[in-house]
């Protein structure tokens, strides 16, 4: 059964982790996470899920003990948002090492300093090499859809590995949405019951976790992990189509937006994929090839699919809410500049650096892009690689 | 406020952040009135404060001041210590900045005995995150954590303070004033690491979850369940549960840390 409600991204998330009832919840506040966690605090205190619920000193300590429990057999989650996930840094890498199923929500806020509470992807970005798999979603739908995905992902015997699920702050985790949830007992089924391969304190089979690993086998074990990754490419579309029978939507490693016939394209994370594709369907009404990739999986990062999606189209915009200092233009736009770069088409990709610290994204600004983009169409010129979207002169 | 004490404010920042009947403001007010009284050198003053509503305080406050991340202020201030020691340093913080996330740096600059004041914003909650519960929120009380009551243990933060090595300890509350400024004047002057508890109030979150919603309320708490040390020597153990112990605690003298740093470095160069 489904049912149409209207919830906050971070209820929905909340309403989730409620309908998943893991074993053990383990948090510290921060805002724009607070809410997921508090709301799902009550659940415990008034007995709706069967979870233990740690409300711990620091972020460190949260994830520190959801690898604890995980390590014990349990389904542990945790949540956080920017500083909060920087302070988790150094335990997020054990969690993926030690290949511990644990599914966090992250609340996207851009990190600290200067001190700031909105949104950028700064805070996901730092941990994009950690070896999480990381899902995005545009609206508080997709970010409930994930979080249940997220477990069966995560808990999957070929991937074994944490999964962070991020939405936009306040944009997407305090703004009220129109969603469909399922009832209790689909999403139960759904989930099932988590069956850990190894675990601590089972007597018949003690083992011990986290040793010393020299240049010996270090190396395999990290090799391992990508494995995993590799895996967890087929795993997201196998649970997102099994996903598709109890809900009605499907879920792949990527939205392809009106990109079949597409000249000029922008790829964007989370929320402003919404502001893209809007933009785009003006654009379209005006004869405009306009078309838009948004990324639903960052890590393991879709490749081929990207390079399937975007091989026909002329000029692409990357839009990222997050700095690398590298000087070369954002995270993302490394990303598919190199994925691209194998099809040797002369694809012409440009970079937008946009809303850091919750500067507004408008519509002008996507009109912009793609004005940007379709003289570098018509022209074949770029004059400038990487640009500031909004930004004061 | 006594147009005296506006040198000591950035004027141009207020009105500040806090809620009506908030006891940040006061403690903050204490705070300027010591340093006022003791004619400090403002420019010789470095605050640094972590992250809370009560940490929001130095950003008010016009003296050298350096606002950092949750639960690190006195690991910065120790960097300003050792570099500067010449400074007065003054760490802000909150009972959770300080005693949960923080308090790894507390424990540990309460041993080396290094000559900062640390002036903790008690008000038994996390404010700024909307009210959860705090390693100091009182056995039993209610937080948006704890909808049926807090079953944690709080610490006594002036006993982990003394017994960590801090060598003043006074806890004072915004209901006695004079008395908390009093307090402050003495940790300012003292050698050493020195611990003010500022008992406060924070009527938005802790007082409506604990059916104090009203300032005066809470003020009026303050006054109804404050003993001095003197007579809480000779209550018993259950007499002084609820009961807020106002007081110094500890002033002794110990080697202070940055001090023992010179002389060693003078020792190690033969200058002794
Ligand atoms: C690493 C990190 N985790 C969490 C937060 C969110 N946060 C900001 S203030 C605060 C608690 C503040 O409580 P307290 O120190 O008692 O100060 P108060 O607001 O009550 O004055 C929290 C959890 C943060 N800023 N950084
Ligand atoms: S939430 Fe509480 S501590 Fe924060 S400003 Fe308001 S009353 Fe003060
Ligand atoms: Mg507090």
Not at chain 1, 66 to 84: E, H, N, P
Not at chain 1, 253 to 273: C, G, R
Not at chain 2, 215 to 240: G, Q, W
């Amino acid at each position: 059964m489904k049912t149409k409600v209207a919830l906050t991204g971070n209820e929905a998330v909340a309403q989730a982790m409620k309908q998943i009832n893991p074993d053990v919840v383990a948090a510290y506040p921060i805002t724009p996470q607070t809410e997921i966690v508090q709301i799902f605090s009550s659940f415990v205190a008034n007995g709706e899920v069967d979870t233990e619920f740690i409300a711990v000193e620091s972020e460190h300590s949260a994830m520190s003990a959801a690898i604890g429990a995980a390590a014990g057999g349990a389904r542990a989650m945790t949540a956080t948002s920017s500083q909060g996930l920087a302070l988790m840094f150094e335990v997020v890498y054990i969690a993926a090492s030690m290949r511990l199923p644990i599914v966090f929500p992250v609340v996207n806020r851009a990190l600290s300093g200067p001190i700031n509470i909105h949104c950028d992807h700064s805070d996901a970005m730092g941990l994009r090499d950690s070896g999480v798999i990381q899902l995005f979603s545009e609206n508080a739908q997709e970010a409930y859809d994930n979080m249940i995905q997220a477990v069966r992902i995560a808990e999957h015997p070929d991937v074994r590995l944490p999964v962070m699920v991020n939405m936009d702050g306040f944009i997407t985790s305090h703004a009220m949405d129109v969603l469909e949830v399922l009832d209790d007992e689909t999403v139960r089924n759904f989930v099932g019951t988590y069956v850990p391969e190894d675990y601590l304190l089972d007597a018949k089979n003690p083992i011990s976790m986290g040793n010393f690993d020299m240049y010996d086998f270090y190396f395999e074990h990290k090799r391992q992990q990508v494995e995993a990754m590799k895996a967890a490419r087929e795993i997201i579309k196998e649970v997102g189509k099994e996903f598709a029978k109890i809900s009605g939507r499907e879920y792949g490693l990527i939205e392809a937006y009106k990109l079949d016939d597409a000249d000029v394209a922008v790829v964007v994370l989370n929320s402003a994929a919404g502001t893209a594709k809007g933009v785009a369907d003006e654009l379209r009404a005006k004869g405009i090839r306009a078309g838009v990739l948004k990324p639903r999986v960052y890590r393991p990062f879709p490749q081929d699919e990207i390079r399937e999606a975007l091989k026909g189209v002329k000029a692409v915009a990357v839009m990222d809410r997050a700095e690398t200092f590298s000087t070369c233009g954002g995270p993302m736009f490394a990303d598919i500049r190199n994925t691209l770069y194998d099809l040797k088409n002369d694809i012409k990709v440009v970079n937008y650096i946009y809303g850091l610290g919750g500067r507004d994204l408008r519509l002008e600004h996507v009109e912009q892009v793609f004005e940007d983009l379709e003289n570098i169409r018509k022209t074949g010129r770029v004059d400038e690689t990487v640009k500031y979207l909004g930004l004061r002169d | 406020m006594r147009k005296s004490l506006e040198k000591y404010y950035r004027i141009d920042k207020l009105p500040h952040i806090w809620c009506p009947g908030c006891g940040n403001g006061i403690v903050t007010g204490a705070l300027v009135r010591a340093i006022d009284n003791l004619k400090l050198n403002k420019d010789k003053i470095c605050i640094v404060s972590g992250i809370g509503c009560s940490s929001r305080a130095p950003g008010y406050l016009n003296f050298n001041t350096l606002h950092t991340t949750h639960g690190r202020a006195l690991a910065f201030a120790t960097g300003i210590k050792l570099a500067r020691p010449e400074l007065k340093v003054i760490v802000l913080t909150g009972d959770g900045d300080c005693a949960a996330i923080g308090g790894n740096h507390f424990i540990h600059a309460c041993r080396r005995n290094i000559d900062i004041t640390t002036i903790v914003f008690n008000n038994n909650i996390y404010g700024m995150t909307s009210g959860q519960y705090s390693p100091l929120t009182p056995l039993g009380a209610y937080a948006t954590t704890a909808p049926y009551g807090n079953i944690d243990r709080n610490f006594d933060l002036c006993k982990l303070a003394e017994a960590a090595g801090a060598t003043y300890v006074a806890r004072g509350t915004v209901y006695h004033v004079p008395q908390l400024i009093k307090f402050i004047e003495k940790a300012l002057q003292h050698k050493g690491f020195s611990v003010v508890e500022a008992v406060s109030t924070c009527p938005t979150y802790f007082g409506r979850k604990n059916k104090l919603a009203s300032p005066v309320k809470m003020m009026e708490m303050l006054r109804d369940n404050s003993v001095t040390v003197k007579a809480a020597e000779k209550m018993s153990k259950e007499e002084l549960t609820n009961k807020i112990v106002i007081g110094e605690f500890l002033d002794v003298n110990a080697p202070e840390y940055v001090e023992e740093y010179m002389k060693i470095i003078k020792r190690a160069q033969g200058e002794e």
